[in-house]
């Protein structure tokens, strides 16, 4: 008994000089370290070092594994199922590559669901235009006489997908193919823009490819939209990829933003928008640097300049322009000294100066 007694007080006599001794340590000595001593490297130095390819040989070998399913995930498709593509690595490349490769037969709409915001009923409107066209062309050329609806009534969401969805006895086999990459992206993960995708998925002349990252994806989905509307065949097919294009949007832990790598992130956005858009931003770009000193461009000015180069029609085309800009965060306003709303866009000159030449190759 005594044993154990003198072997329990060793323990805490022990453990009693152990914390004091590192509490005296610690008062006695502090480290001289900030974090500013701590060394920033730039951002695409990082990405570089980071994403180092391997095992290529095995990574070309597992695609052409994928490729030879190309023909059975188009009977897939045919049969009225949705893919979904899951596992490991970027699946941007392997979906492109199957609807260069097989679909051809078929219209392809890809939605970059990694981008920062997507403006689904901006997406759906397309569709339903491309519909109209692919309608009218098949009829044309096939002379039937059946005067099918071709045109949507208006542009609320509900007609446009009562429109997409169409008669079931006809036209079954014109379907237009809609690849979203990464479903499961920011700026679609809120309850509305999954149910209106599920319900544009279950429409009869819509077919999807979509893929999924996140390990929490399938929680977005209740039991009728996995089996009943977007009708889901999953498909695990990890390629080990880098996200090059996805990850460009997040920025990378010890990171700095380098002139170059933030005018390349701007200009990966513009390019998802219109023409006419990116024509708007670069008047208001070149506007900002040849009046440095300004608190950035009148809007009415910018209306003026964009309506004489006929890249919009009315202030409503432009107001849609300014609105993508904003939900992208490229553009800002504030009001100048006169009380106008001013547009800025928040990037160093030098910044801009290399978007500027990014959009004009």
Same mark, same amino acid.
């Given at each position: ?6 072997? +329990? +007080? ?30 920033? =490297? ?8 980071? /994403? ?11 695609? *052409?594994?994928?490729? !030879? ?7 897939? $498709? ?16 392997? /979906? ?7 679909? !051809? ?14 403006? $689904? ?19 044309? *050329? ?7 609806? +071709? ?5 609320? /969401?509900?007609? /446009? ?6 008669? #079931? ?9 809609? =690849? ?67 990850? =460009? ?11 170059? #790598? ?8 513009? #390019? *998802? ?38 890249? =919009? *029609? ?14 992208? +965060? $490229? ?8 009380? #106008? ?5 928040? $990037? ?14």
């Amino acid at each position: 008994m005594e044993d154990i007694e003198n072997i +329990e +007080e060793d323990e805490y006599g022990f453990s009693r000089n152990y914390f004091l001794a590192k509490e005296l340590g610690g008062a006695s000595k502090r480290s001289a370290h900030k974090l500013s001593d701590i060394h920033i =490297v730039d951002e695409q130095e990082l990405r570089e070092t980071a /994403i180092e390819m391997k095992h290529a040989k095995e990574i070309s070998e597992l695609m *052409s594994d994928y490729k !030879t399913m190309y023909s059975k995930w188009v009977f897939e $498709l045919r049969c009225g199922f949705g893919l979904l593509m899951y596992g490991f690595g970027s699946k941007k490349a392997l /979906i492109e590559d199957f609807a260069s490769a097989s679909l !051809t037969e078929y219209s392809v709409m890809v939605i970059n669901g990694y981008l920062p915001s997507v403006n $689904l009923k901006q997406v759906l409107l397309a569709l339903a235009e491309l519909l109209s066209e692919l309608l009218k062309c098949k009829r044309k *050329s096939s002379g039937s006489l059946s005067k099918g609806q +071709e045109t949507f009534p208006s542009r609320s /969401i509900d007609d /446009i997908l009562s429109f997409l969805h169409g008669p #079931q006895s006809e036209d079954k086999d014109c379907f237009i193919c809609v =690849v979203v990459h990464n479903i499961d992206g920011p700026a679609l993960r809120d309850p509305e823009s999954q149910q209106t995708l599920a319900r544009l998925a279950s429409c009869s002349h819509i077919r999807m490819v979509a893929s999924i990252d996140h390990v929490n994806a399938p929680l977005l989905w209740d039991k009728k939209m996995v089996h009943k509307q977007f009708n889901w065949l999953w498909h695990h097919v990890p390629t080990f990829a880098p996200y090059n294009v996805e990850g =460009v949007f997040f920025p990378l832990v010890l990171a700095q933003g380098s002139t170059a #790598q933030t005018a390349k992130t701007a200009a990966i956005v513009l #390019q *998802s928008l219109t023409p006419n858009a990116q024509n708007v931003f670069k008047i208001l770009a070149e506007y900002q640097l040849s009046h440095p000193d300004e608190d950035g461009m009148p809007t009415d000015d910018l209306y003026s300049a964009s309506r004489e180069r006929f890249f =919009v *029609s009315s202030q409503v085309t432009l107001n849609s322009h300014l609105t993508e800009f904003k939900d992208h +965060e $490229l553009v800002k306003t504030k009001r100048n000294s006169d009380g #106008q709303e001013c547009l800025n866009i928040p $990037l160093s000159s030098d910044a801009l100066r290399q978007l500027l030449l990014d959009l004009n190759q």
